[in-house]
């Protein structure tokens, strides 16, 4: 069903999610095994919860350190980037930068995640909330040991942006639309509303203004 999809999607998402790791150890001047540990966690953190809950042995990471290779890659490039890096902390440039990078992760990782858990064997709303959870673990990990609150937990349009394109994932496998079209338009729908809630300030109601 998704054997044309290809390791590529998964790649795109992994180097994506490290570079996010990655500036946020710069914004913290950690050292290169600082660097190296949040954009690996950030890159594989949320695959391999979905891997062990779908009961797969070993996490793909370990069948083939690709994906860890990514990250570490990902992690000494940044660190050698040095000024340039450095440069995107200041005015509010890194923020901006971790958030169109981590949208970009979100979404792919909302789609491979689902396809993945589809593969096999997963119901389509099991795979649904496997995929919103191998596209948000590795980036709760990260703001967690950086020390920020996890933009899961913020009043933003976040899980929303994972769960539809994790959603466009299945409703496009059951229309019979190719593979690959299905998954670069779920990750593209999911991406679209994720930068327009960040540069339009949109978010969901919160218990308080929606009792009021």
């Known amino acids: 069903m998704f054997g044309s999809l290809g390791p590529w999607l998964e790649w795109i998402g992994v180097a994506v999610f490290a570079l996010t790791g990655a500036l946020v150890a710069a914004d913290k001047d950690m050292d290169p095994f600082g660097f190296a540990l949040l954009a690996t966690v950030t890159g594989v953190g949320g695959g391999t919860l979905r891997d ?49 990078a981590d949208a970009i992760g979100l ?13 096999h064997g997963a119901s389509p709303l099991v795979a649904i909330v496997l995929g919103v ?21 913020r009043r933003e349009i976040y899980v929303t942006a994972a769960a539809l394109a994790a959603l466009m ?14 998954a670069c338009v779920a990750a593209g729908v999911g991406l679209t509303l994720r930068l327009l809630a960040i540069l339009r300030g949109w978010s969901l109601p919160t218990f308080r203004r929606w009792i009021h």
Not at 107 to 119: D, E, H, I, M, Q
Request: net charge neutral; charged share 15%.
């Open 52 to 100: 062990l809950l779908l009961g797969i042995a070993p996490v793909f990471w370990v069948s083939d350190p690709t994906d860890i290779l990514i990250c570490i890659a990902v992690s000494v490039a940044a660190f050698l980037a040095g000024e340039s890096v450095q440069a995107a902390s200041r005015d509010g440039a890194r923020r901006r930068v971790v958030l169109i």
């Open 107 to 119: 979404c792919v990782f909302a789609v491979t995640g689902t396809v993945r858990s589809l593969v």
């Open 133 to 153: 959870m191998t596209a948000t673990f590795g980036g709760i990990i990260r703001d967690l040991l950086a020390g920020h609150v996890p933009l899961v937990l």
């Open 169 to 182: 994932v299945v409703a496009l496998d059951k229309s019979g639309v190719d593979p690959v079209i299905g």
